[in-house]
Nanobody, 124 residues
Framework: QVQLVESGGGLVQAGGSLGLSCAAS????????MAWYRQAPGNPGKQREL??????????NYADSVKGRFTISRDNAKNTVYLQMNSLKPEDTAVYYC???????????????WGQGTQVTVSS
């Protein structure tokens, strides 16, 4: 079993900052690409939006809407990915989900995993 557990969401005023973290644990042999997605409220049927992605060797890419404001990073020793969000806007309000490709220790097969999500609310 592999689990991704997010933390750090909350309520912040526009222009403020929040940091998210996501720790992977369990039956892990190797963690590959990790990413943050988000799903805005009132759009349960809408596909989750990719916010930022980071490879195992820390190459990154970002959605245009967050470039220059958000920073993704990772600690491979801790199987943890971070998202630092600055200059937050009301339109950043969403549930943020962690995602990772992980090779399990027992099978040596790579699977894609999701966290349970953490709410980020930005007030105007």
């Amino acid at each position: 079993q592999v689990q991704l557990v997010e933390s750090g969401g909350g309520l912040v005023q526009a222009g403020g900052s929040l940091g998210l973290s996501c720790a992977a644990s369990g039956n892990i042999f190797r963690t590959h690409g990790m990413a943050w997605y988000r799903q805005a409220p009132g759009n349960p049927g809408k596909q989750r939006e990719l916010v930022a992605r980071i490879t195992s060797d820390s190459m990154t890419n970002y959605a245009d809407s967050v470039k220059g404001r958000f920073t993704i990073s990772r600690d491979n020793a801790k199987n943890t990915v971070y998202l630092q969000m600055n200059s937050l806007k009301p339109e950043d309000t969403a549930v943020y989900y962690c995602n990772a490709d992980i090779t399990t220790l027992s099978t040596r097969i790579t699977y894609n995993y999701w966290g349970q999500g953490t709410q980020v609310t930005v007030s105007s």
